[in-house]
């Protein structure tokens, strides 16, 4: 086993919240906590790969209905309209409008289902103290950390729309039930990507 | 520096963390999940196809499926039928609208529509169209429907009554037009078809209710379409229901005014005249066919022309056709008429009654009125036009002709019509006007003229100028005539003094008869001597 030692070989262990170094003496005392902060300390966050999972599938599930239900109702003229999400990417797309397509295909798409394989794919090597690419997978990581700050793209521009576009009978925007789906599925995958422990990323089979 | 290098000492608890508890938040995601694919799968109904001549407007997976104007379902998919002739419209319905599937159900594009009824469907312009759904009431159900190409007139469920109306054409009547009560709009034509033995027309009417209770088991329905212009012996008539039945057509019905009857119960079905006054008109009763031969031209008489007997019509020409008379070589007119011998109405019952059909009592009734000279005439009704109605009348001194019982149909005598007499006589006096020879007389005229005009103008070239000459010589000799005549001219001083003379020539001579009166002798010896004791010289 080559590189750097391990915090758990030297008996240390680090708080999750404010970082102080304490001895690891969670082997003989039982559960501890940080004398700073008093927040409970653990060698690797309690759980982590079962809440990841937990809730990483909780998203997939919510996924489905946020792209099987509408989430967005537009009337103009009368012309009583309810889109899905593919639905309306499909007709940005076939209308020409292949940029405004893109964003919402990337943001509302591409995003989510790279997070979920991402997610995945990070877990099942964690939980296999797999030592495969692990510094690649250390940058998938803080990708899916980064691009979770944009995922909520689709629920504000509907917010944002559905704002703006009130004309009575002549134009109106009203978010559907499919855009709470889309919305509890990127917060759903934003707390498995927190409860992820990176450090199991490094783990390996040391145990 | 030291003592912070030093791990601190980490407080003991004995808090157990619940593994499980955050495997709730899948559970619930995907308790969702299944709740919502259950509404879904509760929630998707029936799948149906109808199929239309044409998907116009029409767009898989948006219009709406609409019955009484909620949504109950949406076209899921647009195909060609297999035969490439029709489109078959898939239309997944919402579960709630599972009872629209009904056998008799119709569905029908919603369209913009301009018709002689007005304009529908306006809201669509801006929707695009929509399938609409009129809900049948069959036990059965289906899968595979057919749409209306035009929305039905009446949709399921209005209250009112339908009726079946059974006319020998249709007019210019269409699913729509109205049906009229006293020329109020209470119902329109909802659908009609040719009968099966193609003999007539058979339409379904809705009237609306509280409508529906005027159509009586003895109301007459009558064609109200376009115009009914009349020209009569009371002048001109023209009647028309309203300008829509101009253009859209109309049924009118009404019930006689002796009429006691009940309101008639749905799909009663009954007859559709051609016009009010047939409508309107009594029973018939079972009609007679009775042929005349006439001899001479019947131009001016047309099938449907009126038979009169004593002023009252009782029937008509039903036929009108040519026979040829080999011993004659004549081509005489063979009319079939068909009389209604109940529209002589309560006559009849003082009329003798005979036995047998209908047919042979009619035989036996006219056989006598025939030996009384019962003739039949073509007479004409309007001098203007020359048209002919045939009139049973009796003509004094008829020759008496054999009636044949055993003839059907029943054939009455004829004589020549009483306009054809008089049409002779004007013949005649034509023909002798034509024989007049206008063309000589003519032309001796045009050379009289001639010749006058030749003579004229001699007159003018010699005799004027001349008789101007005489006249001027004539005015000479009277200013001098004139000027001998004046009072002061020689001439009559002349002629004073020759009168003077002549009077004293008179004198004179009273003056010697005097003398010679007394005394004769002086012829002889002169004048006395003495003179006589009393005379009186005459003074100057």
């Not at chain 1, 939980?127 to 997978?137: F, I, N, P, V």
């Not at chain 1, 917010?159 to 889309?182: D, H, N, T, W, Y």
């Not at chain 2, 001549?53 to 997976?61: E, R, V, Y």
Request: aromatic share 8%.
């Amino acid at each position: 086993m080559s590189g750097p030692p391990s915090a758990r070989q030297l008996g240390l262990i680090a708080c999750h919240v404010c970082d102080l170094v304490c001895e690891d003496t969670l082997d003989t005392t039982g559960p501890a906590h940080c004398p700073r902060c008093h927040t409970a300390l653990h060698r690797r966050r309690p759980d982590s790969i079962a809440r990841a999972w937990a809730f990483l599938i909780a998203g997939i599930i919510l996924y489905i209905p946020a792209n099987l239900l509408p989430v967005m109702f537009t009337g103009q003229f009368g012309d009583d309209q309810e889109n899905t999400v593919m639905g309306g990417i499909i007709e940005f797309w076939k209308t020409g409008s292949y940029g405004i397509a893109l964003i919402i295909f990337v943001a509302s798409v591409a995003v989510p289902c790279t997070k979920f394989l991402v997610l995945g794919l990070l877990l099942l090597s964690a939980q296999r103290h797999s030592c495969w690419a692990r510094r690649e997978r250390a940058r998938l990581y803080r990708l899916v950390e980064l691009i979770g700050y944009w995922s909520m793209l689709d629920v504000l521009v509907v917010a944002v729309v559905a704002a703006l576009v009130k004309f009575q009978a002549l134009s109106e925007v009203e978010p559907r039930i499919g855009i709470l789906f889309f919305g509890a599925m990127v917060i759903l995958t934003m707390l498995s990507a927190i409860n992820f422990d990176p450090r199991l990323i490094w783990d390996g089979d040391q145990e | 520096m030291n003592e912070l290098l030093e791990p601190g000492d980490p407080a003991v608890s004995s808090n157990r963390w619940r593994i499980s508890l955050v495997w709730l938040v899948p559970i619930v995601a995907a308790l969702i999940g299944i709740s919502l694919l259950v509404q879904a799968w509760r929630s998707v109904g029936p799948e149906i196809n109808i199929t239309f001549s044409s998907a116009a407007g029409l767009q898989a997976g948006k219009t709406p499926v609409k019955y009484k104007d909620v949504t109950v379902g949406s076209v899921s998919a647009i195909a060609l039928s297999d035969d490439g002739t029709q489109v078959v419209v898939t239309v997944s319905l919402a579960k709630s609208a599972a009872s629209l599937t009904r056998k008799d159900t119709r569905f029908w594009v919603v369209r913009p529509r301009i018709g002689a009824s007005g304009i529908t469907g306006i809201d669509t312009l801006f929707s695009g169209a929509y399938i609409a759904v009129d809900a049948g009431a069959q036990a059965e159900s289906s899968r595979i429907f057919t749409g209306l190409e035009a929305p039905p007139t009446v949709i399921g469920g209005a209250p009112g009554k339908s009726f079946i109306l059974h006319g020998t054409e249709l007019g210019s009547l269409d699913i729509g037009s109205a049906v009229y009560f006293r020329q109020i709009q209470v119902g329109r034509v909802a659908s009609y078809q040719l009968d099966k033995d193609g003999q007539g027309v058979s339409l379904q009417v809705f009237i609306d209710a509280p409508y529906d209770r005027f159509v009586t088991t003895d109301t007459n329905f009558w064609n109200a379409s376009g115009m009914d212009v009349s020209l009569g012996a009371d002048g001109f008539k023209l009647k028309t229901q309203s300008i829509g039945t101009l253009i859209a057509g109309g049924v009118a019905f009404a019930a006689p005014l002796w009429s006691e009857g009940k309101a008639a119960p749905e799909l009663t079905e009954f007859t559709l005249t051609q016009d009010q006054a047939s409508a309107m008109a009594p029973p018939d009763g079972p009609p007679v066919y009775i042929q005349l031969r006439f001899a001479h031209s019947l131009r001016g008489l047309s099938v449907g022309a009126p038979v009169q007997f004593s002023g009252v019509d009782l029937g008509k020409v039903e036929s009108l056709s040519l026979d040829y008379d080999p011993a004659k070589r004549r081509f005489p007119t063979v009319v079939g008429i068909v009389l209604y011998p109940q529209r002589l109405g309560r006559v009849l019952e003082k009329l003798p009654k005979f036995a047998g059909d209908s047919q042979s009592q009619a035989a036996l009734f006219l056989r006598s009125m025939v030996e009384h000279g019962l003739r039949a005439q073509a007479r004409t009704g309007n001098l203007l036009t020359g048209q002919l109605y045939v009139a049973l009348d009796f003509i004094p001194n008829a020759p008496k002709v054999a009636f044949d019982m055993a003839a059907r149909p029943i054939v009455i005598p004829t004589v020549n019509g009483s306009f054809d007499q008089l049409q002779e006589q004007v013949a005649s006096i034509v023909t002798k006007i034509d024989k007049i020879p206008l063309d000589s007389i003519g032309r001796n005229l045009d050379a009289s003229l001639a010749e006058l005009g030749t003579t004229l103008k001699q007159v003018n070239s010699q005799v004027l100028p001349e008789a101007t000459q005489t006249l001027q010589q004539a005015q000479q000799t009277f200013s001098t005539a004139q000027g001998m005549l004046a009072e002061g001219a020689p001439l009559q001083q002349n002629l004073g003094m020759t009168l003077q003379e002549v009077q004293r020539t008179a004198r004179s001579l009273r003056i010697l008869t005097d003398l010679l009166g007394r005394n004769p002798e002086s012829l002889l010896r002169g004048r006395p001597t003495d003179p006589p004791p009393i005379t009186q010289e005459p003074k100057r």
